[in-house]
């Protein structure tokens, strides 16, 4: 079994900068891409940015330049560093990764539970 627990949500003001964590843990084999997504009230979930293990990054086009994807192979943990925070990036933020599961070859997508982000004007 694979869970994904994402942390360093909270509250700050417009202009101001939060740090999202999320860590795979688990029987895990090998962590493929992974990534964070978001999801407003009364609004679809959305990509926010993915990067692969071999650091190849892909991001919205909302976020370019205000936000960064990093990861720790060696910890399978995912970073999202966001910079310059608007009113419009509050949301419920998920990590999603591909992993597989030691002693099979296939992979899976797994959620976290969410972490809340709320920019206040």
């Known amino acids: 079994q694979v869970q994904l627990v994402e942390s360093g949500g909270g509250l700050v003001q417009a202009g101001g900068s939060l740090r999202l964590s999320c860590a795979a843990s688990?029987?895990?084999?090998?962590?493929?891409?992974m990534g964070w997504y978001r999801q407003a009230p009364g609004k679809e979930r959305e990509l926010v940015a993915t990067?692969?293990?071999?650091?190849?990054?892909n991001y919205a086009d909302f976020v370019k330049g205000r936000f960064t994807i990093s990861r720790d192979n060696a910890k399978n943990t995912v970073y999202l560093q966001m910079n310059s925070l608007k009113s419009e990036d509050t949301a419920l933020y998920y990590c999603?990764?591909?992993?597989?599961?030691?002693?099979?070859?296939?992979?899976?997508?797994?959620w976290g539970q969410g972490t809340q982000v709320t920019v206040s004007s």
């Open positions: 999603n990764g591909f992993i597989s599961v030691s002693g099979r070859v296939s992979f899976r997508y797994y």
């Open positions: 688990g029987s895990i084999s090998s962590a493929g891409p």
């Open positions: 990067i692969t293990s071999g650091n190849i990054t």
